[in-house]
């Protein structure tokens, strides 16, 4: 099984991006799923869950600029990020259950 997530880069800070987190192999699709982040010389951290029923769960600093979305029959989770800040600037990984994506990077910055 491998988590192969896209969609980062730079962005000027109020911009958009959309991470796309697709796996790949057999996965058990009714469990969560997850982003974490971490930025340069810190530790990694939550940013958004999604249960198997959809409900959602969003760390502090990015509620109501963030959204997270899941696609089951394409084994498949998203994260909108929406009025991008400059601390939003970090390597941003999805997690499934037992299994962890090898990151993308986003940049906020002017």
């Known amino acids: 099984v491998q988590l192969q997530a896209s969609g980062g880069g730079r962005v000027q800070p109020g911009g958009s991006l959309r991470l796309s987190c697709a796996a790949s192999g057999r996965i058990f699709e009714r469990n969560y799923r997850a982003w974490y982040r971490q930025a340069p010389g810190k530790q990694r951290e939550f940013v958004a869950h999604i249960s198997i029923e959809g409900t959602t769960d969003y760390a502090d600093s990015v509620k109501g600029r963030f959204t997270i979305s899941r696609d089951n029959a394409k084994n498949t989770v998203y994260l909108q990020m929406n009025s991008l800040k400059s601390e939003d600037t970090a390597v941003y990984y999805c997690?499934?259950?037992?299994?962890w994506g090898r990151g993308t990077l986003v940049t906020v910055s002017s």
């Open positions: 997690h499934f259950p037992g299994y």
